[in-house]
């Protein structure tokens, strides 16, 4: 079956550590997505890829890095300079459409930072 | 900038009752609008779109229809069932981008 997967569902971590989130997709999308939410907020996009080796600032990207070495995968990494890390994350792919498409979404990692 | 408002929750209905969704939207020129569905510790699925003017979506019961004199894209169902109960997002897409904006989500209690 084709689809996002997002590993681990749970992950708890100290304060001041850095810490990696899965997303592996087998949907064969360009563009790759990640995003936060917080109760009452919505989604708030942290940064998208639409391509290999390539990607861009989200409203919300100070805090966290990327990486698009392979087009399946797109792992972001919470930093310790992210003030408030605790939060559920949201990884998406979607084929490039100039807006038309749809984003397909992984189940999430819900990240509590201790 | 672009910006989805959409109804605050949580709406609670009976099942069997009729739901209605508001979701309004500030674009430049013509989005692409769409309501995503959020089921209990779970990512989000599509639940249907419209990419113009005065196009209905619809799937499972549910039915938006791009309002451009509006700006709205409210969500609707006939009939509500127990299993319905989620969260509802409204999104929407700008010209040329697929970046989504969402709003802030409403949920969906349906009671037997």
């Known amino acids: 079956d084709g689809g996002i997967t997002q590993s681990p569902k749970y992950l708890f971590r100290k304060e001041g550590q850095n810490v990696t989130l899965s997303c592996e997709q087998n949907?064969?999308?360009?563009?790759m997505y990640w995003y936060r939410q917080d109760p009452g907020q919505g989604l708030r996009l942290i940064y998208y890829?639409?391509?290999?080796?390539?990607?861009q600032k989200g409203d919300i990207a100070e805090g966290y890095s990327v990486s698009r070495e392979k087009k399946e995968s797109f792992p972001l990494t919470v930093t310790s300079a992210q003030k408030n890390p605790t939060a559920f994350y949201l990884c998406?792919?979607?084929?490039?459409?100039?807006?038309?498409?749809?984003?397909?979404f992984g189940p999430g990692t819900r990240l509590t930072v201790l | 900038g672009n910006s989805v408002t959409q109804m605050e929750g949580p709406v609670t209905l009976s099942e069997e009752a009729f739901l209605t969704i508001n979701c309004t939207y500030t674009?430049?020129?013509?989005?692409?609008l769409f309501w995503y569905v959020q089921y209990p510790g779970e990512g989000l699925q599509l639940l249907l779109k419209?990419?113009?003017?005065?196009d209905k979506g619809s799937n499972k019961g549910f039915e938006a229809t791009y309002r451009k004199e509006t700006t709205s894209f409210h969500l609707e169902k006939g009939s509500v069932q127990v299993s319905d109960s989620a969260v509802y997002f409204c999104?929407?897409?700008?010209?040329?981008?697929?970046?989504?904006?969402f709003g802030t989500g409403t949920r969906l209690q349906v009671f037997p």
């Open positions: 998406a792919s979607s084929i490039p459409g100039l807006g038309h498409n749809e984003q397909f």
């Open positions: 949907l064969n999308h360009d563009a």
């Open positions: 890829s639409q391509i290999v080796n390539d990607f």
């Open positions: 674009a430049t020129g013509y989005p692409s």
């Open positions: 419209a990419t113009k003017a005065d």
């Open positions: 999104a929407l897409s700008g010209k040329n981008t697929d970046k989504l904006i």
